[in-house]
T-cell receptor, first 115, second 113 residues
Framework: EPEVTQTPSHQVTQMGQEVILRCVPI?????FYWYRQILGQKVEFLVS????????KSEIFDDQFSVERPDGSNFTLKIRSTKLEDSAMYFC?????????????FGPGTRLTVL | QKEVEQNSGPLSVPEGAIASLNCTYS??????FFWYRQYSGKSPELIMS????GDKEDGRFTAQLNKASQYVSLLIRDSQPSDSATYLC?????????????FGAGTRLAVHP
């Protein structure tokens, strides 16, 4: 069964460093998302992406964040200058459709630890 | 006002019983509703989606939706210890263009033998 994959599974970085989290969405899906979950808290939407541009972004997704689809399979989230509060699980998700019936499938996540 | 609310639990049920998980949402225009299961340290796994008022059954799982009451629930029949997890309710918000899922904090379910 097709699935979303993410690398790395765990990333440790120093505050102020740049990190890139990578995702390979399900192959026939067209819509891509990043969510994050701080330990013990809700899953929070960060950004959605379609046709090589951002569709929506949350207030969390400030200028320190960017997303890119560098080729036909990868979808990346870059954090330019990490802060302690960026420590969280980051989940990539994808869906075939948009609109009110889209089912989003999540990858296994990347645990980001900022020291 | 919280957008999606769930009881945090834990909800403890004996093996073989029916577990009932509830969720309310604030945006009356919401159109689609999802239940995800999340094991500790893992990612959310989609188990049910529901779009119309009434019941939708899939195996041991039944999702129920009442848009007038802004209420969605998940029933798990013949609960197994492997069902022990946190169950997340997620809602698709029309004012955000339907791309964004808004999650509740989740209800922790514990099924004991």
């Amino acid at each position: 069964e097709p699935e979303v994959t993410q690398t790395p599974s765990h990333q440790v970085t120093q505050m102020g460093q740049e990190v890139i989290l990578r995702c390979v969405p399900i192959s026939n899906h067209l819509y891509f998302y990043w969510y994050r979950q701080i330990l013990g808290q809700k899953v929070e939407f960060l950004v959605s992406f379609y046709n090589n541009e951002i569709s929506e972004k949350s207030e969390i997704f400030d200028d320190q964040f960017s997303v890119e689809r560098p080729d036909g399979s990868n979808f990346t989230l870059k954090i330019r200058s990490t802060k302690l509060e960026d420590s969280a699980m980051y989940f990539c998700a994808s869906s075939f459709d948009r609109g009110s019936y889209n089912e989003q499938f999540f990858g296994p996540g990347t645990r980001l630890t900022v020291l | 006002q919280k957008e999606v609310e769930q009881n945090s639990g834990p909800l403890s049920v004996p093996e073989g019983a029916i577990a009932s998980l509830n969720c309310t949402y604030s945006d009356r225009g919401s159109q689609s509703f999802f239940w995800y299961r999340q094991y500790s340290g893992k990612s959310p796994e989609l188990i049910m989606s529901i779009y119309s008022n009434g019941d939708k059954e899939d195996g041991r799982f039944t999702a129920q939706l009442n848009k007038a009451s802004q209420y969605v629930s998940l029933l798990i029949r013949d609960s197994q210890p492997s069902d022990s997890a946190t169950y997340l309710c997620a809602v698709n918000a029309p004012r955000d263009g339907y791309n964004k899922l808004i999650f509740g904090a989740g209800t922790r379910l514990a099924v004991h033998p």
